[in-house]
């Protein structure tokens, strides 16, 4: 829904970066493409802020809803995936990783935590195709032939996964070239390797021509740098991730997308039902237990019509807190997870002194501009004073702020390995 992301088809990348930039002290927005507010006011002080006057609140459909890029043209630069391959995962995943890479490679160690819980999470739905690019480190040629010698005892992910280890890369790299040798070959039966095996084949005329040989290919390709990752999306190619620390958000976020993409759900802007005479309480149940918020309907009628439109739709149910930054906000209402989505309509920002991130348990509209609210909220964790005049402040927790303040931490913008986020089983909403 995002339709700032989404003007670029290839560098799908640039959308991905643009949307988690945001640091812990950064506006809650829906597509975290906004950068930072300077959320950093000491908690109590109240800044003059200058509420200006607005007129009734607008919905309006969304002018840009969120469509998948389409794949890029031409030929795919790489040769084709074989049973040569080293490969984990599915034939029939959905995304395919293609990686070039070198085990000495300081940037190629820094991804592969993420791709390979990215793997871990998604077992049916990603696969990642590994190829050598040995660029002439002191020891990319040892360290590629031993991954090429333990597969030839069916061994090669034992050994890539053992290399690539963040402890055991950080005792390895600074060895000279011959006591790397010496080392990996003493390190071979504890991979279940058979060792005088390993030493045979980490010699022989086969393995080492396989050395060159992975370099040819990759050059071959257009490359000339570590690493080099392509993404394929049911066969077909769609962009060349590069950020190293967000590769485990940026995988994630390019799937659930695209699965979100085929079977897209959204809305025309809801009929307004709700009474500002009337009190509405929402209990979120999540998977920590339940959250109680009273509904400002008096002074955000807009907002809290959407909200329960939303909740009786089932539109929450099973969405995730993807972005949880404790002494800012919890942030949800994204059924992908990815802080992109929204419902198909957009309405006006709805804000009065009279409400104001003035205590933990505020509940706002998240957005990424003004007037651009859909089904993303946050909660915050603290008196937030510089949000006051930007967001719609719509709610307030009443009971299981304790649940808020237990939910699992989750910054996409920094996490090099996101955990799974807290999610919403439904939200029940009273009327009174």
């Not at 590629?144 to 963040?166: C, I, N, S, V, Y």
């Not at 808020?404 to 996101?418: F, G």
Request: proline share 9%; hydrophobic share 40%; charged share 20%.
């Amino acid at each position: 829904m995002r339709k700032t992301l989404f003007s670029l088809t290839f560098v799908l990348a640039l959308l991905l970066s643009a949307c988690g930039q945001a640091s812990p002290t950064a506006t809650p927005s829906g597509s975290t493409s906004q950068g930072s507010s300077g959320a950093t006011a000491t908690p109590g002080v109240q800044p003059t802020v200058d509420f200006q006057a607005s007129g009734p609140a607008v919905c309006k459909v969304d002018a840009s809803p969120f469509t998948f890029p389409a794949p890029v043209s031409g030929p795919v630069p790489f040769a084709p995936i074989t049973d040569k391959d080293w490969i984990r995962g599915p034939e029939t995943a959905t995304l395919t990783i293609v990686e070039y890479s070198d085990f000495t490679c300081p940037a190629c160690a820094s991804v592969d935590p993420g791709i390979r819980q990215f793997l871990n999470d998604y077992p049916a739905d990603a696969r990642l195709v590994y190829r050598h690019f040995p660029l002439g480190h002191d020891k990319s040629d040892i360290a590629t032939r031993a991954g090429e010698a333990a597969g030839k005892q069916g061994k090669f992910w034992e050994m890539h996964d053992f290399l690539f280890d963040p402890a055991t890369w950080q005792s390895w790299i600074g060895k000279t070239p011959a006591d790397f040798e010496t080392w990996i070959v003493e390190q071979a039966p504890s991979l279940g390797l058979d060792r005088q095996q390993f030493i045979a084949d980490l010699s022989s005329p086969e393995i080492k021509s396989r050395v060159p040989a992975a370099t040819d290919a990759a050059v071959a390709a257009g490359l000339n740098s570590t690493p080099s990752l392509f993404i394929l999306l049911d066969g077909k190619l769609y962009f060349l991730p590069q950020d190293q620390i967000r590769m485990y958000a940026d995988l994630q976020a390019v799937l659930e997308l695209y699965k979100w993409s085929k079977n897209p759900k959204a809305y025309e802007c809801p009929p307004m039902t709700v009474n500002p005479e009337k009190s509405y309480t929402a209990t979120i149940t999540t998977e920590r237990g339940d959250i109680v918020m009273e509904l400002f309907a008096r002074q955000a009628p807009m907002a809290v019509n959407s909200f329960i439109f939303l909740a009786k739709n089932g539109w929450f149910d099973g969405v995730p807190f993807h972005r949880v930054l404790p002494g800012f906000v919890a942030q949800t209402g994204d059924p992908s997870g990815t802080g992109v989505l929204g419902p198909g309509y957009e309405f006006s920002n709805e804000v009065t002194p009279e409400l104001r991130f003035d205590q933990a348990g505020r509940v706002g509209m998240a957005n990424s501009g003004p007037d651009t609210n859909g089904s993303q909220f946050f909660i915050a964790y603290a008196p937030l004073p510089d949000l006051d005049g930007k967001y719609t402040v719509f709610g307030q927790v009443i009971k299981g702020m304790d649940v808020v303040n237990n939910l699992r931490p989750r910054n996409p913008a920094s996490d090099a390995v996101l955990l799974p986020g807290d999610r919403i089983l439904k939200v029940t909403i009273e009327e009174k």
